[in-house]
Nanobody, 116 residues
Framework: QVQLVESGGGLVQPGGSLRLSCAAS????????MGWYRQAPAKQRELVAT???????NYAYSLKGRFTISRDNEKNTVYLQMNSLKPAATDVYYC??????????WGRGTQVTVSS
């Protein structure tokens, strides 16, 4: 069984920074593509960033340069560094794992609120 636990969310002012963490249970963490998605009320879940087992990162175009995804395979953890945060980034952020066969696993999410 896969368990993904997000942490690091909270309330920040516009222009501030947060680093989200996602801890994955089980073994073979290093073979999975990992990702971060976000979902606002009344909207569908959307891509923030992904990172392959080889460390290749992909970002939503509007976030590139402000958000950085990384992973530490020894700690079974994926991170999302968020800088220059805007109010539009207020969402629940979800950790995602994609297996080689294409199946997805999701965490329960962590709330990020950007407000003055």
């Amino acid at each position: 069984q896969v368990q993904l636990v997000e942490s690091g969310g909270g309330l920040v002012q516009p222009g501030g920074s947060l680093r989200l963490s996602c801890a994955a249970s089980g073994n073979r963490f290093g073979i999975y593509t990992m990702g971060w998605y976000r979902q606002a009320p009344a909207k569908q879940r959307e891509l923030v960033a992904t990172i392959t087992r080889g460390g290749i990162a992909n970002y939503a175009y509007s976030l590139k340069g402000r958000f950085t995804i990384s992973r530490d395979n020894e700690k079974n953890t994926v991170y999302l560094q968020m800088n220059s945060l805007k109010p539009a980034a207020t969402d629940v952020y979800y950790c995602n794992r994609v297996s080689p066969n294409g199946s997805n696993s999701w965490g329960r999410g962590t709330q990020v609120t950007v407000s003055s």
